[in-house]
C-alpha cells in the first residue's frame, strides 16, 4: 500500500476545507487535523465535514519524540466522537510501544512518524543498518497494539 501526503495546511486557509490529502494506491483521501487547542465549533466544524480520518495531534507544539503520552488526547476524543463516527488516528510525539499501546485504548489509528524518522537519520544511509531497525521497531508498535485490542482487530 502507498501512502502519500502531498499538502498541509491550515484549515483556515483551505478553499475545499481539506487540510491534508492522502494518495493511497493513486486515489486521493482528504483528511483533517484536530489539536488539543480545538475549540468546539473547530471540532464541530470538522467533525461533521471530515471524510476519510481525523488525525488528532496529541500534544502542543510541533511533532517528534516524546517521553510521554499526553492524558488530554482522552478528552479530546471523547469531545470528537460525540460529533463523528469517522476514524480518529492519534499522531504527533508518539515514539514508542507502551505510548502506541496507549493511544490504541482510544483512537482508532495510531501514528508514527518522527519515530521512524529519526532510526533512518541514525543509519546514515546504511540499509543494512536501517531496515533492520526500522522493521523491529514497527514489528514492536504493532504487538504493542495486538496487546491492547487483540490480533483479529489490526489492519496494516
Request: charged share 20%; aromatic share 8%.
Amino acid at each position: 500500500m502507498l501512502l502519500k501526503i502531498i499538502s498541509v495546511m491550515a484549515w483556515s486557509c483551505c478553499k475545499d476545507n481539506i487540510a491534508f490529502v492522502i494518495f493511497q494506491d493513486l486515489t486521493p483521501y482528504t483528511h483533517t487535523f484536530l489539536a488539543p487547542t480545538s475549540n468546539p465549533e473547530r471540532i464541530t466544524t470538522i467533525a461533521q465535514n471530515a471524510r476519510g480520518f481525523i488525525y488528532c495531534v496529541s500534544v502542543t507544539g510541533v511533532t517528534g519524540v516524546r517521553k510521554e503520552f499526553s492524558p488530554k488526547i482522552v478528552e479530546m476524543i471523547e469531545k470528537i466522537r460525540l460529533y463523528t463516527d469517522v476514524p480518529l488516528a492519534i499522531g504527533f510525539g508518539i515514539s514508542n510501544p507502551e505510548q502506541a499501546k496507549e493511544a490504541a485504548k482510544y483512537a482508532d489509528a495510531v501514528i508514527v512518524g518522527s519515530a521512524v524518522v529519526k532510526l533512518i537519520e541514525n543509519s546514515r544511509g546504511d540499509l543494512s543498518i536501517m531496515l533492520p531497525q526500522v522493521s523491529n521497531f514497527v514489528r514492536s508498535l504493532k504487538e504493542a497494539i495486538i496487546e491492547e485490542r487483540g490480533e483479529n482487530k489490526i489492519k496494516i
